[in-house]
């Protein structure tokens, strides 16, 4: 089993398929977007799926797969089945923002996908293209709209964006009312490729917490599972659910259970880590599967207690990379 010295045992492994994307989220890059890797850099299928699997076999039994965009990759939906037939997974789920996937969603049913993610940030159609730079809102409404007409657990990630979408977070509570989606406010973090943006206010738990209460009175406490990023609730009499992630404040780290590997194959034990070893490298230079397992059980050991202690120890202090290329 993975298990670091804190005495967490790692079961989830957060996978990005590329660091491209279609859209340009202020939060997230650039409006230049950032300077791709040469394909070739990139983790092959077969490399992702060998190392998902050798992954698995020390305990690993959850994928979530995010970018980037994970659908702008050609061939995703193949690799998609070729991981669907690793019998110790328990859950393979996806992020994305859903402007290219609705035809795929009765594939992804038939494949037996847990969830989808959907990172969705404003319900206006000329915040969305603000927010995004780019001119997708109906394609994204139309992936909402079926998503909740399929069999897939739907989460909606909203990462709140001082003066800009707060004005919306009781609209997204609003959508919890009658549908059976969880929606999740998600502090925004400095990964934008160019560091945190500039603004007057703070939206930290708390805050988006209180700004929830002033529109609702009967929010009832739900109970929170083992190693979850969100503390949760729902209004009463309401279909749904609705979580705030304290991405930035880090009060979730307790209980990690989670790795990433970076599209380029970087192994990385926390978010705000900049990464601790290369996979693709040791693969490409003859790695066994069993070198693989000694390398994941020894990197683990390195996993710090807590976020703040991973932001510390980087070699480059400043957090200047684009979420994009770390994995969502």
Known sequence: MLTDKF??????????ITDRCNLRCQYCMPAKGIDIVDRKELLTYKEMYRITRVLSELGVNKVRLTGGEPFVRKDFIHFLETLSFNDKLKQINITTNGALIAKHIPTLEKLGINSVNLSIDTLQADKFKKITRRDVFEETIQTLEKLLASKLILK????????????????????????????????????????????????????????????YKDIIPLANKKSSTSQNYKIENYKGSFGIIPAFTRTICH??????????????????????????????????????????????????????????????????????????
């Not at 005495?7 to 990005?16: D, E, F, S, V, W």
């Not at 939206?203 to 209180?210: C, H």
């Not at 978010?271 to 693709?280: A, P, S, T, W, Y």
Request: proline letters at 2%; a positive charge; glycine letters at 6%.
């Open 156 to 215: 909606l990630n909203v990462v709140v964006l001082p003066e800009s979408n707060t004005d919306e977070i009781l609209d997204f509570i609003e959508l919890t009312k009658d549908k059976d989606l969880a929606v999740r406010f998600i502090e925004e973090m400095p990964f934008n490729g160019i560091g945190l943006r500039k603004t007057n206010e703070v939206w930290n738990l708390n805050k988006i917490y209180n700004e929830i209460k002033k529109g």
């Open 255 to 328: 209980d990690c259970n989670r790795i990433r590997i970076t599209a380029t194959g970087m192994f990385k034990n926390c978010l705000f880590d900049d990464g601790v070893f290369n996979i693709r490298d040791f693969i490409r230079n003859g790695a066994s599967d069993n070198d693989l397992k000694k390398l994941f059980i020894s990197t683990v050991q390195q996993k710090p207690e807590n976020g703040f202690i991973a932001e510390t120890n980087r070699k480059n202090k400043k957090v200047s990379e684009s979420m994009s290329t770390i994995g969502g």
């Open 7 to 16: 005495g967490r045992q790692i079961t989830y492994l957060r996978l990005a």
